[in-house]
Every structure is written in structure tokens, then in C-alpha cells.
Antibody, heavy 121, light 107 residues
Framework: EVQLVQSGAEVKKPGESLKISCKGS????????IGWVRQMPGKGLEWMGI????????RYSPSFQGQVTISADKSISTAYLQWSSLKASDTAMYYC??????????????WGQGTLVIVSS | DIQMTQSPSSLSASVGDRVTITCQAS??????LNWYQHKPGKAPKLLIY???NLATGVPSRFSGSGSGTDFTFTIRSLQPEDIATYYC?????????FGGGTKVEIK
């Protein structure tokens, strides 16, 4: 079974750093892009960026460029989303997702279960 | 960036009704459009890919059409379990932005 399993919920203070993870299983991790999607409380889905673990090619939405870092460790089939200095406005649910097709952009299926990040003083 | 304008933002319909949602792209995206269903507390679910292809395991009452800049998503006969927010997403040009969403409720 193809699965993406994300790390657990986090409660952090403004200014702290954070790295959340997304572990893929049941498929060739290096052969599919993995994307990250944000949903702020009561808001819609926002596409943040995407990485190809095979060669670490990474593309960001201009809205998130410089605000987060997307990375992957293909040796452990895990993608990451990290912040160096969290803000209260980073409070959101974050999803990882994999395109249905290998090696190209496509609809996202499957998705991880989501990681809730709460940033509060 | 390509702007994805989805409408309506919400709708209320009766069980058995036909429901239609539209998504307009600010420039030609060919057929590179997906539709998702998102229920509270769950991950989004891919329903339609490449504008008109039904994803695996998705009931046939869901369908999509369109190409270029104008796309339509239809639920042929609304069921209680279809209560959710629906999103379009283009993947022709980076960033692969989503539409603003349509919240579907039962009347």
C-alpha cells in the first residue's frame, strides 16, 4: 500500500525553529515528486512547494519562497518542511502529498494525514 | 502566477440534486486541472485528474469537463456523504495553485 505518514502535532513559540516530516512507503520514493500544502484555520488549501527526491530538485511558490525550506532524505524515504523562525501566522495544518504519476506533475494522491503546527507565545 | 477563480464559494442543495461548480483559470492551462474533495479532519481526496478523468475508486456520480481556461465539476446526484469543500487545482504552470474552494451543504 502506498502511504505517506507525517510527524505528529507541534506546539512552538514564535521565533523557534521546526522541521516536520513525511515518510513515504510502498513505492519508489525517488521516482515521484512530493509536495507540501498548507491550510490555515478556516481557510483554503495553499500550494507551498514540491521536491523531487531523486535529485532534490525543489520548486517553491513565490508566497513561500524564503519562508520555508523543503528537503528530502532519500536514504530514509522522508521529505521535510522546515522553518528557521516561526511566526504566529504559521499556525496551520500542513499536508504532504504525492502526484499519482511517476516523474511528472499530476494530481495529488495519496496525501499524508496532516501535521498540525500551532505557534503561540 | 495563474489565478484560479472558483465559484460559487458555497452552495446548498437537496439530496439527489445535480450540483455544478466552475473553475476559471487566468490563462490557458490545457487539461491540467484536478478536483479534490476535502472533509473536516481528513486529508483532501483526489476525485478528478487531467480535467475529466475519474480517480481510482471514485463514484461515477462525480465528473469533470473543460479545457483551456474554463472547467466544470459536477455531482450528478448529491448524496449526504458528499458534504465537503471542493477545490480545483491547476498544474500546468508553477506554482500549482488551488482555487478558493466551494463548500457544499445539504438543504
Amino acid at each position: 500500500e502506498v502511504q505517506l505518514v507525517q510527524s505528529g502535532a507541534e506546539v512552538k513559540k514564535p521565533g523557534e525553529s521546526l522541521k516536520i516530516s513525511c515518510k513515504g512507503s510502498g513505492y519508489s520514493f525517488i521516482s515521484y515528486w512530493i509536495g507540501w500544502v498548507r491550510q490555515m484555520p478556516g481557510k483554503g488549501l495553499e500550494w507551498m512547494g514540491i521536491i523531487y527526491p531523486g535529485d532534490s530538485d525543489t520548486r517553491y511558490s513565490p508566497s513561500f519562497q524564503g519562508q520555508v525550506t523543503i528537503s528530502a532524505d532519500k536514504s530514509i524515504s522522508t521529505a521535510y518542511l522546515q522553518w528557521s523562525s516561526l511566526k504566529a501566522s504559521d499556525t496551520a495544518m500542513y499536508y504532504c502529498a504525492r502526484p499519482v504519476a511517476t516523474g511528472r506533475f499530476a494530481g495529488f494522491d495519496p496525501w499524508g494525514q496532516g501535521t498540525l503546527v500551532i505557534v503561540s507565545s | 502566477d495563474i489565478q484560479m477563480t472558483q465559484s460559487p464559494s458555497s452552495l446548498s442543495a437537496s439530496v439527489g440534486d445535480r450540483v455544478t461548480i466552475t473553475c476559471q483559470a487566468s490563462q490557458d492551462i490545457s487539461k491540467y486541472l484536478n478536483w479534490y474533495q476535502h472533509k473536516p479532519g481528513k486529508a483532501p481526496k483526489l476525485l478528478i485528474y487531467d480535467a475529466s478523468n475519474l480517480a481510482t475508486g471514485v463514484p461515477s456520480r462525480f465528473s469533470g469537463s473543460g479545457s483551456g481556461t474554463d472547467f466544470t465539476f459536477t455531482i450528478r446526484s448529491l448524496q449526504p456523504e458528499d458534504i465537503a469543500t471542493y477545490y480545483c487545482q491547476q498544474f500546468d504552470h508553477l506554482p500549482h495553485d488551488f482555487g478558493g474552494g466551494t463548500k457544499v451543504e445539504i438543504k
